[in-house]
């Protein structure tokens, strides 16, 4: 495969992506941690087969998503010396936030699946669980975006802006994370904080895979 068809094959993954993930957002806001069984129960029976189905392609989207990762993490290989690592840490990362959002969505599915059956204490269980892991899955995708961040900006792959905004979701990630522990707080899983988070990460990749259709790596000069 040529470079141009990489890029091809890589930005339309990633766009593909993008769409996948961004269908869950049509959802209304899930329980949060602590709500009741019957609450529980009452959200998942209003929107049992909207959530079933988004919440699928949510898990679909994470294929072409890893076509995206496999890319760039080429593209950081072939720029970095013999030895270097940086290529590894930003794989490592990736299969991190991948693995998270994998679990996420798996937990709210079986949520969904035990609340239209009435096991209401299994599906009260499974959403707080679920809802934790989504603050969790935060903290997995700052490590992706601080590490390409800081190979993109030390390899220069690719324009400035793209290590820089990299930077500022790998923030934004790290803030929503604390929604794993501050359940109750501005800052709890599911709240605004952590959808600003999601936002930004989806608006990121979009911009990032319209970037790679029409750019190839180390293009741009160094910023």
Do not use: K
């Not at 950081?76 to 840490?89: K, N, P, T």
């Not at 798996?106 to 239209?116: E, G, K, M, N, S």
């Not at 669980?129 to 590490?147: E, K």
């Not at 792959?157 to 929604?179: E, I, M």
């Amino acid at each position: 495969m040529n470079e141009r068809s990489e890029r091809i094959v890589a930005g339309l993954s990633g766009i593909a992506f993008v769409v996948l993930s961004a269908v869950v957002a049509a959802l209304p806001p899930f329980p949060a941690v602590g709500a009741t069984a019957q609450a529980v129960v009452a959200y998942y029976g209003a929107h049992q087969r909207a959530f079933l189905v988004l919440n699928f392609l949510g898990v679909a989207g994470l294929v072409p998503g890893l076509v995206v990762l496999a890319y760039l993490t080429a593209v950081f290989r072939r720029a970095e010396r013999e030895g270097g690592w940086l290529w590894i840490l930003t794989l490592a990362g990736g299969l991190f936030a991948f693995i998270a959002a994998w679990v996420d969505l798996a937990l709210f599915q079986c949520a969904a699946y035990a609340a239209v059956r009435g096991d209401e204490r299994i599906a009260r269980a499974l959403s707080d669980v679920a809802t934790l892991t989504f603050g969790i899955f935060f903290l997995a995708q700052f490590a992706f975006s601080a590490a390409f961040a800081w190979a993109a900006r030390a390899l220069r792959t690719w324009p400035g802006w793209v290590s820089a905004t990299s930077a500022l979701v790998a923030l934004l990630s790290l803030v929503a994370s604390w929604g794993a522990v501050d359940t109750a707080g501005a800052l709890a899983a599911g709240g605004p904080v952590t959808l600003v988070a999601f936002l930004a990460i989806v608006l990121w990749f979009l911009a990032f895979s319209i970037l790679i259709l029409v750019r190839a790596p180390g293009a741009a000069p160094a910023s």
